[in-house]
């Protein structure tokens, strides 16, 4: 028996900036975020896009949710826990 564990992306191809995700946080929240503008620190890719094109492919899996309603959903599994 060969139990193998494989990894899967599940997000949505599209890239956010990091501005969109504290906007999308921000709205969804109701909260201003304390945040500075600064430069990418050494060593930090200019982009992050979660591929999701294995699951896609393997499961005929589709993303179907916002940046807002998974941003959302994040937010509420935390609050709960407090």
């Known amino acids: 028996e060969n139990n193998v564990c494989e990894p899967y992306n599940l997000g949505t191809n599209i890239g ?5 995700l504290i906007t999308a946080a921000e709205k969804v929240t109701g909260k201003k ?7 990418r620190r050494p060593g930090d890719p200019s982009r992050h896009v979660a591929d999701a094109s294995k ?10 949710r916002s940046i807002e309603e998974m941003i959302l959903g994040c937010f509420n599994s935390f609050k709960d826990r407090q």
């Open 55 to 64: 699951a896609m492919k393997e499961f005929n899996w589709r993303p179907n």
């Open 16 to 20: 956010h900036s990091v501005i969109q």
């Open 33 to 39: 975020l304390n945040y500075k503008i600064a430069g």
